[in-house]
Each structure stands twice: as C-alpha cells, then as structure tokens.
C-alpha cells in the first residue's frame, strides 16, 4: 500500500486470512449481464431478484402494494437486500418511458451524479444504477419515516406543544440546508427542490436526508417533456421540476444555479409553516410569503414563524438571482443564530468532517461495485480511501477480505485488535468481539454481511 496504516509494522504473512482464488472476472460479468437481461419488467411482492433483492410490500395508509407510484415516469419498489442485510429503494421508471437505447444511457448519466455524491448524513444515499430486464434502476437508501410532505400533510411534523413543533420545523430547515450545501460544494444542482425529496428517519428526532439528486435532469435526459398539470397537479414533477417549487429562471427555462435550489428549499421550509401548498406556482413565492404574514396559517396548530426566519425567506424569494443569498453556506449560520434566539439553547448538531466523508465515500463506493461484480474498482476506490484516512477501520477490514493478508489488519496484533474490537462494537456486533478477544476465530474473506458498510470478520473455529 501507498500510505501504510497507522501503528502498522509491515507485515507480510497473516497465519489467520485465507486467500481465494482469483476470480475470471469477464465470465463472472458475462454471467451477471445474462442474469440481469432475463429478470421482468415489473415486480411483485416476494419477488427474489437475481437472487440477492427480495420485494417487500410497500405500505400505503392499510393496504400492502408492491410498489409506490411515485407519479409522472416511476415506481419506486421496496427490497431487502440479503447479501448486505439491509433495505433499499429501487426506483424504476416504468418501461414505456424509454424509446430509444440512447434515453437509456443518457438517463444513467446523469442519475451517476447521485452516486458520485459519495455519502452524507442529511443526503439519502445512492449505491448503483443497474439496468434489470432492460430497465436502468436506481438503487437508493431506504429510510423508514417518509417524506417531509408526508410529515406535513399527516400533520406528524406538529406533533406535541407548539414550542417542541417549531423547534422541530427549524431543525429539519438547517439539516435540509446542510444536505444542499453538500451536493452544491461537489457541484451538483438538484433542480427539484421539494418536501417530497426530503426524507425523515422514524426513530427519536428525526434526521433529515434529501434524496433524488440528479433526477431532474435525468427525466429530462431521457425524453421528458413539460407537460402543465401532468397528472392534473402541480406537485408532480415534469420537465425536470416541480411547478409548486420551481424557481422563476426555471419556469423561464434559463440555465440554472445553485440559486434555484435555494428558492426551492425556501419554498419547502414555507410549506412546513402554512400546512399546504397555497399556491399554483413557485414564481408566486415572494406574494405567497407575504400573504401568510398577514393572515398567518389557517391550521392554528401550527407554529408562527419566527420574524428574523421570515426575513431570511425574503431574501431567498429575491427575484434577481444576485440578490439572493450566495449560498447555504451563508445561510446556515443564520439559521442556527435563529434557532438559538427561538429556543433558548445552541444548535446540538454538529456537520462531519470533510475528510471523514471523503473516506467513508470511497468505502461506500467499493461495496457497491463490488455488489455488482467490479472487484478491481472496488480495491481501487478502497486504497483511494486510505490515502484520505489511512487508519479508517471499515476501509482497513473490507481490504483485508478483498486482497489479503498484506499490509492490512492482524487480529493477532494487539493494537490491530483493539481497533477491530472498537469498529465491531459500533456495529452491535459483539458476538464477533467474544470470538476476537477469545482467539476464537477464523476470517472469512468471501462471506459478506456490511453491517454498516463492511464485509463479515469472523467465524469460531
């Protein structure tokens, strides 16, 4: 390895790892493509895809589907995946949508910049797009709690007194910001702002992941027209944006800037405090603002916003584009300094380390090519991490199961084994601490678990 772990002491023989044999790479792409080409267009509950993605019923208010309509192009479909014991969303526009091989591609391409987003808290992640009965799907993290729209229409967000309601409402505004903030440092333009997007865990206070980045232009990429009113509402995206959210450049249909996703996000964070959606279109922002102002929601329940909340919105609803807030990196502090003066006590999240994100990112990336056969590029973007993070623990343990014995982890040494012992227990896993402190243990390169991004360590003698 280019950068050796820290501690490390250059050792080239580990009595406990077990090499497999080199693996004919192009037969066992060959064969995954054939698997993939013969699955069906359409999924029922049950389903066991390729083997590895079980279809699981997708909860509708009391009724079981197999899927989600998610209006305009897609369905999105509920799997469990049982090579890396974990749920996940896979969104599949429907087969109609595409009449050329070229839409295909082009729509693949532009959803990859999902991907390339790498990993964030306050982002829904993407692990791969695979074309499957000839159907290019998305294949995103699942997340239990719903959307935000769902959260406000349900009236779940308002929960408890109005004092809790409003701190919740401005928590879910500077943890959305945040995820803005990240896609638009890695130079990504989401183009379809909305509560719909933003995802809401289901356990404590919930955390905030914005997903379907890329989308927008992808639908576009493939063919999509504007159609107004499709699907006789304005909360459906068409064109690549949503008229209730769309910016005024974008419903003009000029290039766009970071600066439409912050008119967007301004009118999602409104929508929390009016209870609905009391507009026909996202250009009327700035008199939509103005009017709850005067009269307030009509849902008493619902909290007041703050008056230094309501002027950051004014200046994301300026019409010129260079009027508005140069970007969320700007607006975040003042959030925070809002959320202070409301609720009487900092802000107790806190944003990770870039660096930190970087190695989990590459790591993230090499499980998920190695899920679809690419162990090259899986090795390839783990020793990427290393550089970031030499001593990055889920980076160290997946390269020992996919190279080897050389230059990685020694469960006999024993500042090995306390980094491996730390990295089992943030992942529940502490039947594999017993077996390691014990020395009763074998590794087991080619059986994979990825509680948390990583492969399995340990099985008893």
Known sequence: MANRPRGHKGRDNHAQVRQSPAPDVEQEAANIRSAEEDVHSEWNIGDLILDTYEVLPVLEGSK???????GGMGLVYKVHHHGWNIDLAVKSPRPEYFKTEAQKKNFVLECETWVNLG???NIASCYYIRRIGDIPRVFAEYVEGGSLKDWIDSKKLYESSSEEALQRILDVAIQ????LQYAHEQGLIHQDVKPANVLMTSEGTPKVKVTDFGLAKARVAAGEKFLPGSDGSILVSTGGMTPAYCSPEQARGEKLSTKT???SWGLSVLEMFTGEVIWLAGQAAPDVLKGYLDMGAQDKAIPKMPTPFAELLQDCFRRKT???PTGFDTMIPRLKRIYEEVVGQQYSRSEPQKAELRADSLNHWAVSMLDLGKRDEAIANLRKALEVDAGHPEVLLNLTQLEGAVGALDPDDAEDRNLMCALLAKHDLGDQISM?????YRVEPNNVDNKGGCFVFFKSK
Do not use: C, K
Not at 64 to 70: A, I, K, L, V, W
């Open 64 to 70: 079981e589907n197999p899927f989600h309509d998610s």
């Open 119 to 121: 990993l964030h808290p």
């Open 176 to 179: 959305f910001a945040w995820g």
């Open 261 to 263: 996703d912050i008119w």
């Open 322 to 324: 260079y009027d508005r």
């Open 436 to 440: 390691l402190l014990s020395g009763n």
